[in-house]
Every structure is written in C-alpha cells, then in structure tokens.
C-alpha cells in the first residue's frame, strides 16, 4: 500500500516558495498530506563546538564561556529561523487548499535525513540547490544529488518559480529504473489526464520491445 504523505525539504534558499508550490500541486493530485522539513546541519562557516583546544593555555574561563554562550545563542537563532520558515512555508501551502500539512525541524544532514523519514512517503520535493550553494554553477547543489541517488522514492526537483505542470517527459531506456518510473505513473490516477511523451535515444538493444512494452502500460493507463 502507498503512502499518502508528501516530504518536502526547505530552506532559506529563493526555491522555498517553488518547493511549497509544487509540493501542493502534487498533494492536490495524488490526494496526499505534506510534511515540510527543515534540517538544521552546521552551515559552512559556522566555529566548532569546542574551541577550547585552540585558544591556548592562558586563556580565561570567561572567555571560555563567553564562546561557549555565544555558540549557544547562535544555535537558538538558528532553531528560531527555522521554525520561521516552517511556519511560513505551512501558511503557503496551506493557502493552495492543502488541508493537512505538518512541519518537522530536524537535525543532522539532509541525506541522512531523508533516508531515515522516507518510508513514511510517497514522493519527495526540493529544490534544485540549497542556500548555501553559488548560483553561478549549472550543476545541482550537492546535497540535492546525494538525496536523489540515495533515495527509494520518486524526487520532484522544483526550479526556481513554480508554474503548472501540464505534460511529463519521461526519459526511457528500458532499464529497471526507466521501468520504475512508468510504474510510478501508472500507480497514480491524479496524473492520467497529463499528456506523456516517451523519448529513448539513441538505439538501445531491445528497443522495439521496450518500447512497446512502455507504450502499452501507458495506453492501458489511459
């Protein structure tokens, strides 16, 4: 039996509000609930823990604990922005007419994350980078690869602005994650009114058979 849960990841990056948007296109379609997650993992440049090893042996127990309060502080800003943004990113998808929505504040790595949560979903959303990934790159963020390569479930990758999702490109080369991917389709009558295009390139072996073997699932579909 499927699950009727959708997970979406945000965070402060500009594909938030695509994320919350497409993650309410797909509940609307597939009849789902949506959890929005945000991990808190140690950013880029954020000190160590414990930076009493680097300060030296004459260094005063009030620095010590002037470090240790400011590291404090800085993780209670942190939570406090990420239950901000949760609460946002709820307010929006709740605002598209998707009436049960949770939010979840984690911490830890994103991949690790949600490939501990996942056998609660269905599908998995989030953006193509995160907040801390140069925008100036054409590649994915790195984070957003590992999930995608580790993950069980299908990953609906948001852009950076949401726009309706009217027809599906499905990339086919007959193998068994090709095959995965129609059977997803097939599973889901939400998508049957969307128009499908198979595309193999190439000339794989088999390719007629696979071919007609995709067409065929699909036509039975609807």
Not at 86 to 91: G, K, P, Q, S
Not at 152 to 169: G, S, W, Y
Not at 175 to 194: I, N, T
Request: glycine letters at 8%.
């Amino acid at each position: 039996m499927f699950m009727s849960k959708i997970l979406a990841c945000i965070d402060a990056s500009p594909y938030g509000a695509s994320v919350c948007d497409h993650a309410a296109w797909a509940a609307l379609r597939l009849n789902a609930e949506v959890d929005l997650l945000h991990v808190l993992d140690r950013a880029p440049d954020a000190p160590p823990t414990d930076v009493s090893g680097s300060i030296g042996l004459g260094a005063s127990e009030q620095l010590l604990e002037q470090l240790t309060q400011l590291d404090a502080d800085r993780g209670r800003l942190r939570m406090d922005r990420g239950r901000a943004l949760l609460a946002e990113a709820e307010r929006r998808v709740h605002d598209t007419g998707v009436a049960e929505v949770e939010v979840r504040l984690r911490h830890g790595g994103l991949v690790d994350t949600v490939h501990e949560m996942e056998a609660e979903f269905r599908l998995v959303v989030l953006g193509k980078r995160g907040e801390h990934v140069d925008f100036a790159k054409a590649h994915l963020g790195g984070s957003v690869e590992q999930v995608i390569r580790a993950s069980a479930l299908p990953v609906l990758m948001a852009p950076r602005a949401f726009k309706p999702i009217e027809r599906i490109l499905l990339a086919f080369d007959g193998g068994p994650s090709a095959r995965k991917a129609v059977e997803f389709l097939v599973s889901e009558p939400g998508l049957r009114d969307l128009g499908c295009h198979v595309v193999m390139a190439g000339r794989p072996r088999d390719a007629d058979a696979h071919l007609q073997w995709v067409e065929e699932r699909l036509s039975a579909w609807g």
